[in-house]
């Protein structure tokens, strides 16, 4: 129950201030401030601070928290897990008065939640060392709607076996949300069957290198589970719309994804993986199913796989326009594109297998205006090396000078009056070595 667990921790300083306070409470309700400190405290094992609380009976109980603070146990570094500057709760009074806490709306302002897991499996929002069931002379019902405005969140993996600090693989910034129908309940038992829904949306959202903005999705809690469904979010001048989980339930956070993205920029995007000039312009549209395991290590997502098709229109290979045999090519490229630099494109398109560090395509098809070239190969994802082997083809029928042509390239032969030849590009994205056979 990970995030269940989380939700938990919050609900319990709410139970303890009107447990503290009481729905008579009027004046100074600060008095009872140390005192419900000093419980959550025992109760969750974690520091706990409280600026000020403030209770308000009409139109309706209103129970406001101010400068809510909790830290991050050990081994975790020094911190809070959760830092709420307001934290504003409409109860309902005639249960209250029965012993039972129901709220009607809890909003939490510019809250700050930030999300660490060791190599143990423990979070920060959690304490091995807590006292549990300890009894409690209020219970909690139904939380009818939490309102999240304005939020920061956070998530990210201590290094082992050092427990040094790990990079954020999740940032959502200036997030709000919206849940429904909580049964506090069910949480507490452990959330069997418990689903809590809603919708959230967030004004920049970053998943590894991958970066978005303006964010809209349709979210799911379980309690192993945090579920991202419809999402649609812009990337830079594209669309990137799917699914994305988040499973707690094992060790190491496991996530997947189902993604389609549309007019994104290729420099753009190779800008968030590597430095320097952009090594391919263009623009991409592809769908992918990626899954893997986020680790406790520098590199969290190195385990990344998946599969997918991609599409690159109208762009070029920058580091391939100054070799020989690219500018000789261009020479049988169609008309109108003696303009274009020699590894200019139509469409670059192709399958993708993501493995081992590895993209690998069983099949990918260039236009370079008039000469395709159909091949198979693979790029390396951290070293940016590349091996990719395949055929081009001239589309022009070259007539009378065909057999001088064909004399140029070694393996050419000459079909239906198109010259094919093989081809080798080896090297890395920086410096490519296309070689013609």
């Not at 009481?22 to 004046?27: C, D, Q, S, T």
């Not at 379980?222 to 989980?245: E, M, N, Q, W, Y």
């Given at each position: 129950?990970?995030?269940?667990?989380?939700?938990?921790?919050?609900?319990?300083?709410?139970?303890?201030?009107?447990?503290?306070?009481?729905?008579?409470?009027?004046?100074?309700?600060?008095?009872?401030?140390?005192?419900?400190?000093?419980?959550?405290?025992?109760?969750?094992?974690?520091?706990?601070?409280?600026?000020?609380?403030?209770?308000?009976?009409?139109?309706?109980?209103?129970?406001?928290?101010?400068?809510?603070?909790?830290?991050?146990?050990?081994?975790?570094?020094?911190?809070?897990?959760?830092?709420?500057?307001?934290?504003?709760?409409?109860?309902?009074?005639?249960?209250?008065?029965?012993?039972?806490?129901?709220?009607?709306?809890?909003?939490?302002?510019?809250?700050?939640?930030?999300?660490?897991?060791?190599?143990?499996?423990?979070?920060?929002?959690?304490?091995?060392?807590?006292?549990?069931?300890?009894?409690?002379?209020?219970?909690?019902?139904?939380?009818?709607?939490?309102?999240?405005?304005?939020?920061?969140?956070?998530?990210?993996?201590?290094?082992?076996?050092?427990?040094?600090?790990?990079?954020?693989?999740?940032?959502?910034?200036?997030?709000?949300?919206?849940?429904?129908?909580?049964?506090?309940?069910?949480?507490?038992?452990?959330?069997?069957?418990?689903?809590?829904?809603?919708?959230?949306?967030?004004?920049?959202?970053?998943?590894?290198?991958?970066?978005?903005?303006?964010?809209?999705?349709?979210?799911?809690?379980?309690?192993?589970?945090?579920?991202?469904?419809?999402?649609?979010?812009?990337?830079?001048?594209?669309?990137?719309?799917?699914?994305?989980?988040?499973?707690?339930?094992?060790?190491?956070?496991m996530f997947h994804t189902r993604l389609n993205v549309t007019g994104i920029g290729m420099p753009y995007l190779l800008a968030e993986f590597q430095q320097g000039p952009p090594k391919m312009t263009g623009t991409m549209a592809a769908d992918f199913v990626l899954a893997g395991e986020v680790k406790h290590s520098s590199n969290p997502l190195t385990g990344i796989h998946g599969t997918g098709h991609f599409t690159i229109r109208n762009g070029e290979l920058p580091s391939l326009n100054s070799n020989k045999k690219m500018a000789q090519l261009k020479r049988f490229r169609d008309p109108g594109t003696?303009?274009?630099?020699?590894?200019?494109?139509?469409?670059?398109?192709?399958?993708?297998?993501?493995?081992?560090?590895?993209?690998?395509?069983?099949?990918?098809?260039?236009?370079?205006?008039?000469?395709?070239?159909?091949?198979?190969?693979?790029?390396?994802?951290?070293?940016?090396?590349?091996?990719?082997?395949?055929?081009?083809?001239?589309?022009?029928?070259?007539?009378?000078?065909?057999?001088?042509?064909?004399?140029?390239?070694?393996?050419?032969?000459?079909?239906?009056?198109?010259?094919?030849?093989?081809?080798?590009?080896?090297?890395?994205?920086?410096?490519?070595?296309?070689?013609?056979?």
């Amino acid at each position: 129950m990970r995030i269940f667990g989380a939700i938990v921790l919050v609900l319990l300083v709410i139970v303890a201030i009107l447990a503290g306070v009481g729905y008579y409470v009027v004046h100074n309700a600060d008095q009872y401030t140390p005192k419900i400190v000093a419980d959550l405290e025992q109760k969750t094992g974690l520091q706990v601070q409280i600026s000020h609380v403030k209770v308000r009976l009409k139109p309706t109980l209103r129970v406001t928290i101010y400068g809510l603070q909790i830290k991050n146990p050990k081994p975790f570094p020094q911190g809070d897990f959760l830092d709420v500057p307001r934290l504003d709760a409409d109860v309902e009074e005639i249960p209250l008065i029965q012993g039972n806490i129901e709220i009607r709306s809890l909003v939490l302002d510019h809250p700050v939640i930030d999300f660490i897991s060791d190599p143990d499996g423990l979070w920060n929002f959690q304490n091995p060392t807590a006292s549990k069931n300890q009894p409690t002379r209020f219970s909690m019902g139904v939380i009818h709607s939490l309102e999240v405005k304005n939020g920061t969140l956070l998530g990210s993996n201590l290094i082992d076996p050092a427990d040094t600090p790990g990079p954020v693989v999740l940032d959502f910034r200036d997030f709000s949300a919206e849940l429904k129908e909580i049964d506090v309940r069910k949480v507490r038992r452990g959330g069997a069957g418990q689903t809590v829904a809603g919708h959230m949306q967030a004004a920049q959202a970053r998943f590894g290198s991958i970066r978005t903005r303006n964010m809209d999705s349709r979210i799911r809690i379980t309690p192993k589970h945090l579920i991202f469904r419809r999402f649609d979010a812009r990337t830079h001048s594209g669309h990137a719309r799917g699914d994305f989980d988040l499973d707690f339930g094992a060790k190491n956070t496991m996530f997947h994804t189902r993604l389609n993205v549309t007019g994104i920029g290729m420099p753009y995007l190779l800008a968030e993986f590597q430095q320097g000039p952009p090594k391919m312009t263009g623009t991409m549209a592809a769908d992918f199913v990626l899954a893997g395991e986020v680790k406790h290590s520098s590199n969290p997502l190195t385990g990344i796989h998946g599969t997918g098709h991609f599409t690159i229109r109208n762009g070029e290979l920058p580091s391939l326009n100054s070799n020989k045999k690219m500018a000789q090519l261009k020479r049988f490229r169609d008309p109108g594109t003696d303009n274009l630099p020699p590894s200019a494109f139509s469409t670059f398109a192709g399958d993708l297998d993501l493995k081992n560090q590895h993209m690998y395509s069983h099949r990918i098809g260039v236009n370079f205006y008039g000469i395709d070239i159909d091949g198979t190969g693979n790029t390396s994802v951290t070293a940016g090396t590349m091996d990719y082997r395949g055929v081009a083809t001239i589309q022009k029928k070259q007539g009378f000078f065909m057999d001088l042509l064909a004399s140029w390239f070694k393996g050419a032969k000459i079909k239906n009056g198109r010259m094919t030849f093989p081809m080798h590009l080896t090297g890395t994205m920086a410096k490519p070595k296309f070689v013609v056979h």
